[in-house]
């Protein structure tokens, strides 16, 4: 049973059909490149996004460090006087903080002359530090003595005898529960 209001399928010339089929293909194409080009801008969107959200986050925790340096300067300060030409030992038990590098490199920048005794030979000591052998050798003539991280067996008592003035500077962090 034909349906009378359906005709017979016309036979189009080949380069007719050819022409039908490359058009469709480059509608399709074309469509693909503009997906893969939205999927793209998105992507190096989302990428901005984040880059600048990474620095805005390392800027803000260099000015943080930056700010915490400057209070441990002024309270250093308070007690031993202005440091600017005068000498600071500096005994490293521990890697130091971003803030205290930032005190021992701004205090180097003022011209205060730094002495440098690390328990740990991986210690990298600051640029132009001297170098000493132990903390009373690094404490001779200081006006200051900066701790990073936790001494010890530290005898104070000789190691203070040797500094200019008994100023002590240390950041505690208290020891958490272990249970």
């Known amino acids: ?11 189009l ?8 089929v490359t058009q469709g293909l480059r509608i399709r194409f074309g469509r693909s490149l503009v997906t893969i080009a939205g999927v793209v801008s ?9 880059t600048s959200a990474l620095a805005r986050h390392g800027v803000a925790q260099m000015r943080e460090a930056a700010d915490e340096a400057v ?5 250093i300060e308070s007690e031993s006087g202005p ?9 490293a038990w521990a890697a130091p903080s971003a803030a205290e590098t930032h005190l021992v490199d701004h205090l180097r920048d003022q011209g205060v002359q730094i002495a440098w005794y690390a328990a740990d030979p991986a210690l990298n000591p600051p640029v132009g530090a001297r170098l000493a052998s132990d903390p009373p050798a690094a ?8 701790v990073v991280g936790e001494p010890a067996g530290v005898a104070w008592p000789e190691v203070l005898a040797r500094a ?16």
Do not use: D, H
Not at 83 to 91: D, F, H, M, N
């Open 1 to 11: 049973m034909a349906n009378p209001e359906i005709g017979s399928t016309r036979a």
């Open 164 to 179: 200019a003035r008994p100023v002590v500077a240390a950041v505690i962090v208290p020891a958490l529960p272990t249970s």
């Open 83 to 91: 440091l600017r030409g005068r000498g600071v030992a500096v005994l």
């Open 13 to 20: 010339p080949l380069s007719v059909a050819i022409e039908v």
């Open 42 to 50: 998105g992507i190096a969107f989302l990428a901005s996004v984040l």
């Open 71 to 75: 209070r441990m300067q002024n309270l």
């Open 139 to 146: 404490a001779e003539g200081a006006f200051a003595v900066i």
